[in-house]
């Protein structure tokens, strides 16, 4: 117990450090939410990076796509599945406080779907299902990869992550998409269309 008090403390202090270099970047992209269109626009990205786009096309593509359809969206979902094991993990175990918490200038323009910042889950969720889909569905790519930069961008402007966070939730989502891309024996359905 006395160990892992010891780790969060030096996780907090380290944290700290990182919050205050991240700080000016922070803030500059969080005054972009300022702006009510800007607002508006990164609200609804952040809103169908909860799932809706990601559920909406993978509901798409299993219909058009019949049996294979169905046995790609299942390893698109479990590798979803095992991001969200990950990252709620994680949360609670760095416990590093969201910016809007941490400094009172940067405004929190939507409310939080969990206490903790880092990692970016709805990053990490949105850089795996963009491989994924990619890999699967080549030309989605046009679509699915500057929908996730979309994403990752929404965590700071509305003043739910540091550009950290959000890296570090891009770096573990392609580290969960190409290592689910190795195992899942449904990688012979590659390149549907």
Partial sequence: MELSKRRQERAEFLFR?????????CQKMNRLGHLRAIRLFFKGISRLGDGVFWYTLGFCLAVISGLE?????????????????????????????RPFIS????????????????????????????????????ALIWVVVPFAVLV?????????????????????????????????????YANLF
Wanted: hydrophobic share 55%; net charge neutral; proline share 5%.
């Fill in 17 to 25: 450090k990182a919050d205050l270099f991240e700080l000016a970047l």
């Fill in 69 to 97: 359809g169905v046995l790609v969206i299942a390893h698109i979902a479990t590798a979803g599945l095992l991001c969200v094991l990950i990252y709620s993990q994680l949360k609670n175990r760095l416990v590093r406080q």
């Fill in 103 to 138: 400094f009172p200038d940067i405004l929190a323009h939507t409310a939080p779907l969990d206490k903790y910042s880092a990692p970016s889950g709805h990053t990490m969720n949105a850089v795996n299902f963009a491989i994924l889909f990619s890999w699967y569905f080549p």
């Fill in 152 to 188: 990752g961008a929404s965590r700071v402007i509305l003043g739910m992550h540091y550009p950290t966070d959000v890296l570090v939730g891009a770096l573990l989502g392609i580290a969960i998409s190409y290592s689910s891309i190795l195992l899942w024996p449904a990688g012979m």
